[in-house]
């Protein structure tokens, strides 16, 4: 079955720019993730989605940031005003609905979208 | 809040050799524990979780680690490594109860050699 998917793979933008980040989950997943992965750094968690609600964006690091699932399935994370500084890998994860084990469940994820601010 | 340290960020080795690959955390509340692989180019694999029950986890292409609430580790091993190993491994944990935020430590670079 289809794994985890991000469009687009690489993007290369200028500063002050605007961007949108395409994540779609594995079909059934309620559970959405986005994640931020600096180079040679481990992946900083950014939000998280519970069907259509973000249920926790306290990692997004600023107003420029701010994402969205509308539907309950799709994800576009949205970036204003460009900085050098937002270069990075954009990692996205989905799960099932952490049940009663709370965090058993298995995050799925992405190949990742590569910004580049120049 | 909790915390993950992950002592080497490089490990080269042999083929063929042992390795382990060091993961401290930190936590005031009880939490799951991750070991994830990720490959170049590629998105990241879990390789095996700790839950509860038994100390030692083995997961997937011949990893396994071991919990060690006292020391709070969760050490990664493998008896014999292959090229294929080379890649990067990430320790992450979450708190129990509630949903799957992880908290990642900083990677250790496997570099398996002839």
């Known amino acids: 079955g289809a794994g985890v998917s991000q469009t687009p793979s690489n993007k290369v933008t200028e500063k002050g720019k605007y961007v949108e980040l395409r994540c779609d989950p594995i079909?059934?997943?309620?559970?959405l993730y986005w994640y931020r992965q600096s180079l040679g750094q481990g992946p900083e968690f950014l939000i998280y989605?519970?069907?259509?609600?973000?249920?926790?964006d306290s990692g997004l690091p600023n107003d420029r940031f701010f994402a969205v699932r509308p539907e309950g399935s799709v994800s576009t994370l949205k970036i204003q005003r460009t900085e050098r500084g937002d270069s990075a890998v954009y990692l996205c994860?989905?799960?099932?609905?952490?049940?009663?084990?709370?965090?058993?469940?298995?995050?799925?994820f992405g190949p990742g979208t590569r910004l580049t601010v120049l | 809040a909790q915390s993950v340290t992950q002592l080497d960020s490089q490990v080269p080795v042999f083929e063929e050799a042992p390795v382990e690959l060091r993961c401290n955390y930190s936590?005031?509340?009880?939490?799951?524990l991750f070991w994830y692989v990720q490959y170049p180019n590629q998105g990241l694999q879990l390789l095996l979780k700790?839950?509860?029950?038994?100390?030692l986890v083995k997961g997937i292409n011949g990893f396994e680690a071991e919990f060690n609430k006292s020391q709070t580790s969760f050490h990664l091993r493998k008896p014999s490594v292959h090229i294929s190993d080379t890649a990067e491994y990430f320790c992450?944990?979450?708190?129990?109860?509630?949903?799957?935020?992880?908290?990642f430590g900083a990677g250790t670079r496997l570099a398996v050699h002839p």
């Open positions: 994860a989905s799960s099932l609905t952490p049940g009663l084990a709370g965090g058993g469940n298995e995050q799925f």
């Open positions: 079909s059934g997943h309620t559970a």
């Open positions: 989605f519970q069907g259509t609600g973000a249920a926790d």
């Open positions: 936590s005031s509340v009880s939490v799951y």
């Open positions: 700790y839950l509860s029950g038994s100390t």
């Open positions: 992450a944990v979450t708190r129990t109860g509630g949903y799957n935020k992880l908290i």
